[in-house]
């Protein structure tokens, strides 16, 4: 069975910082692309950066490029977000997701993506 959790969330003023996890299987973090999603309030939930399986190509969503940082750490088996300077329109519950294949086209679209973990919330006030 595939698990995926997420944790690191928590509240931030305008301008901190928070880093996510996303633990595991090494099979998973070896084997499939790994991303980040976000779902607001009343919103869409949508991709936020991505990372391919040789680690040499990431994506990010244009609001958020500069600030975050995707990454992973093998010996770990674990999936990181670094969200640096954040402010209240990253409020969100924030999902880590595999999924088999995605490129620059389909990295960001939740479809693509075969698991999701269960959120982990991010609240950011002004």
């Known amino acids: 069975q595939v698990q995926l959790v997420e944790s690191g969330g928590g509240s931030v003023q305008t301008g901190g910082s928070l880093r996510l996890s996303c633990a595991t299987s090494?099979?998973?973090?070896?084997?499939?692309?790994m991303g980040w999603f976000r779902q607001g309030p009343g919103k869409q939930r949508e991709g936020v950066a991505a990372i391919m399986i040789d680690d040499r190509i990431t994506h990010y969503r244009d609001s958020v490029k500069g600030r975050f940082i995707v990454s992973r750490d093998s010996a770990k088996n674990t999936l990181y977000l670094q969200m640096n300077n954040l402010n209240p329109e990253d409020t969100a519950m924030y999902y880590c997701?595999?999924?088999?294949?995605?490129?620059?086209?389909?990295?960001?679209?939740?479809?693509?993506?075969?698991?999701w973990g269960q959120g982990t919330q991010v609240t950011v006030s002004s």
């Open positions: 090494s099979w998973i973090l070896s084997n499939y692309y």
């Open positions: 997701a595999a999924a088999d294949w995605v490129n620059s086209n389909t990295w960001y679209r939740t479809s693509a993506y075969t698991y």
